[in-house]
């Protein structure tokens, strides 16, 4: 090969010669050049030559210690998916291999992933990106290297293409490296993230922290020279490592736990590294003998390591001059994973490492397809996504002293199932540290649960599934529903359908109801109606997702012209009025001229079935059909001639306009409750029309009035704000006055 034709990769090349492992070099070269071929005249945005972006995703795969067929893919991922007309994924398996077109094929499927978006295509992307990595674990540390990339790349993109960007790394490629354990991805991630979500915040907190370390620009150096020389005195090998908090790490803590930035503890933190988790104990007693330490700031992560593999010792103490910093001991093997996480173990998928530990680490990706498989509603697996992605972790201890990581907030429901399928099914109690406690008690950390059991239990209550926290104990009690009580769940979901009907009065004969049902039911995959019934009634799909299925197949080839009630009603002969349009999307049979206004008793949503009424010297009211004010109207013979035929004239597609719709959310008194659900509205760009909120025995109504689009939009919603924490309840508000 020619040296010129390989002088890109030069600084690759020189990382794998100087990595100490075994690579096949001429692969690797043979990569680069048909990489190199095939994005010939390609550019990124900034004007560089596009292979430069798969060279540098080979160069962190690399610092990965990832293998040849890693460092291949990473040049090549691009290829398939950018020069269709020049290769394709059987090429690429026939020069370079299954393991290499498997990855390749991994990365190029994980799209773009919107969780905040609950479409349906979003959901498969999320899917997708899962089966890659149960598949092989590789395929989500290369797609972490290109998206690492491309995030110190991105000032070259438009301001709305760098929000996006940054909300989706923050959203989902952040916390996966952390639930990966690869801290030192996540923190970069983190930091590109915030710069383009929040530049103000960011650059004001790195002013502050450029600002307190150039006060103290001495004090890692004298901490770490007094600590080095007290550990040679006692003959500890180690090496230490300070460090300045990063920017992402301090704006978390200030506006997640409302505190000042004065009030960071750890701004300043030193690590120290020996070569034994004995020598870790030694060290920390002589780190409390030459500092004095802050009270309940000291965690073991040693004896109790975290889900992503992570162990350290953390304590927090008080230097000689009165600043505090953290001190984090841990083993030079702890120090390898704590940076690297799972990527520092991918050599058991070759057998050169026991896979038993590893994959018991990467159960949670099994569990997640497994949620994803049970339940039809993206909404429910965004959450199980949420939750099993983004927890934080509490502890607790069965009575034998092995510990169960739980996300926080989770009940002893939840610690009954991840212990075992039988014993959440049985469970009819629970102590914590031996006293009895409700069963949807939250552990906290260091408690000793016991679970009490029987073999006479009848199984699971329903009401379970509206108290588990994870998508593992979601999913057993559903299934233990969908396999011993499939009749009561048709009778249940049957139940329900009806009084969906008859609430939102779907004029419509038995049969044609039952059509209804049927359609939406294989339009949703299932067999027929009753598998439909039993879905709603073990909880596989949520009311709401088939409410606005049903709703809108009533509409398109059931609806009547208009509801019976008002059908008798002979308005004022046709002659006399002329059809005309109001700028609200409405089109009304009504006298020329009047003024069309929303009721807010109702506040009609598009979607909706509407009908007008002619007020005295306020034009015509829109209101729902069936608003309880039309139906107080209707009563009135004197109104019969007031009622006029309304519709929606909104073209398919059509988002331009808002309309106003009020809600109540109920909630637990919570400090940033309102401003995790403020948060919320403005990710998925919800104006806020007006808000107030009031106490009422320890819990807190917020009254909200919000803009949306139509009925579908309105739903999508209420479903989003239900699954934010300590959210009890939202139901939509219809007033009193007309």
């Not at 991805?185 to 103000?200: C, F, G, S, T, V």
């Not at 009401?463 to 994870?470: E, F, M, Q, S």
């Amino acid at each position: 090969m020619l040296a010129e034709e390989l002088r890109p990769i030069e600084q690759l090349i020189e990382l794998l010669e100087n990595s100490n492992k075994k690579y096949d070099l001429e692969k690797i070269k043979k990569a680069f050049l048909y990489a190199d071929e095939m994005h010939k005249g390609q550019l990124r945005q900034s004007g560089e030559p596009y292979i430069s972006h798969p060279i540098a995703v080979a160069e962190s795969v690399v610092s990965l210690g990832l293998d040849t067929d890693s460092v291949c893919a990473a040049l090549l991922h691009d290829t398939v998916e950018d020069c269709p007309d020049k290769t394709n994924l059987d090429e690429v398996r026939k020069l370079f291999g299954d393991d290499v077109a498997l990855f390749v094929d991994g990365v190029t499927k994980i799209k773009s992933i919107n969780v905040e978006d609950k479409e349906e295509t979003h959901i498969e992307n999320i899917r997708k990106m899962l089966l890659a990595m149960s598949r092989d674990i590789r395929v989500i540390f290369i797609k972490l290297c290109d998206r690492m990339h491309n995030m110190r790349t991105l000032y070259v993109k438009k301001d709305a293409k760098r929000r996006a960007t940054a909300l989706e790394t923050m959203h989902v490629y952040a916390p996966l490296a952390h639930r990966l354990g690869m801290q030192r991805i996540k923190q970069e991630l983190e930091n590109y993230a915030l710069m383009y979500l929040d530049p103000i915040g960011y650059q004001e907190i790195k002013a502050n922290i450029d600002d307190k370390f150039g006060k103290n620009v001495n004090f890692i150096e004298n901490i770490t020279n007094h600590v080095s020389s007290r550990l040679e005195a006692i003959d500890i090998k180690h090496k230490l490592k300070g460090r300045v908090k990063t920017v992402y790490s301090v704006y978390r803590k200030m506006y997640n736990q409302n505190k000042s930035f004065d009030e960071i503890y750890d701004f300043y933190a030193l690590r120290i590294i020996v070569d034994t988790e004995l020598e870790c104990y030694t060290v920390l007693g002589l780190i409390h003998e030459m500092y004095k330490s802050v009270p309940g700031r000291f965690k073991d992560y040693i004896s109790t390591p975290k889900p992503n593999m992570y162990q350290s010792l953390h304590t927090t103490v008080i230097g000689k001059d009165g600043i505090p910093f953290e001190v984090q001991i841990r083993t030079r093997d702890m120090d390898h994973v704590a940076e690297y996480g799972i990527a520092a173990h991918w050599k058991y998928k070759s057998g050169e490492k026991s896979s038993v530990d590893i994959d018991k680490k990467l159960d949670w990706i099994s569990k997640l397809i497994d949620t994803e498989t049970d339940t039809r509603d993206p909404d429910e697996f965004l959450h199980a996504f949420k939750i099993d992605i983004f927890h934080d972790e509490t502890f607790v201890f069965t009575p034998k002293g092995d510990v169960i990581a739980l996300p926080l907030g989770a009940t002893l429901i939840d610690f009954a199932y991840s212990i075992h399928t039988g014993v959440g099914n049985k469970m009819i109690g629970a102590k914590i540290n031996g006293r009895i406690a409700p069963i949807d008690s939250q552990p906290k950390n260091g408690d000793i649960v016991e679970v009490i059991t029987s073999n006479s239990s009848k199984g699971p209550s329903r009401d379970w599934l509206n108290i588990v926290k994870t998508s593992e104990a979601r999913n057993k009690i559903r299934q233990w529903f969908k396999k011993e009580k499939r009749q009561e769940n048709i009778a249940v979901g049957k139940n329900e359908i009806e009084k969906m009907f008859n609430r939102k009065r779907m004029a419509c004969t038995d049969s044609e109801r039952e059509e209804i049902v049927l359609t939406v039911a294989k339009r949703i995959g299932m067999v027929d109606a009753n598998d439909l019934y039993n879905a709603l009634g073990y909880g596989g799909i949520s009311y709401t997702k088939v409410e606005s299925k049903l709703t809108d197949e009533y509409e398109k080839n059931y609806k009547k012209e208009a509801p019976k009630e008002i059908s008798v009603i002979e308005p004022t002969p046709q002659s006399a009025f002329k059809k005309r349009k109001s700028n609200s999307g409405v089109i009304v049979d009504g006298e020329e001229g009047c003024a069309v206004k929303f009721a807010k008793c109702c506040n009609p949503l598009p979607g909706e079935v509407i009908i007008g009424f002619i007020t005295k010297g306020y034009g015509i009211s829109i209101h729902k059909a069936d608003c309880p004010n039309i139906s107080s109207a209707f009563a009135n013979e004197d109104n019969a001639d007031r009622f006029v035929k309304a519709e929606w004239d909104i073209p398919s597609g059509n988002t331009v306009s808002t309309y106003e719709s009020a809600i109540q959310i109920f909630v637990t008194n919570r400090i940033s409750i309102l401003a995790d659900i403020s948060v919320a509205l403005a990710e998925m760009k919800v104006d806020i029309v007006s808000i107030n909120t009031k106490n009422v025995d320890g819990a807190s109504i917020i009254n909200m009035t919000i803009s949306c689009k139509n009925i579908e939009h309105f739903n999508s919603i209420i479903s989003r704000l239900r699954n934010i924490k300590d959210v009890i309840r939202v139901t939509r508000v219809i007033g009193a006055s007309t």
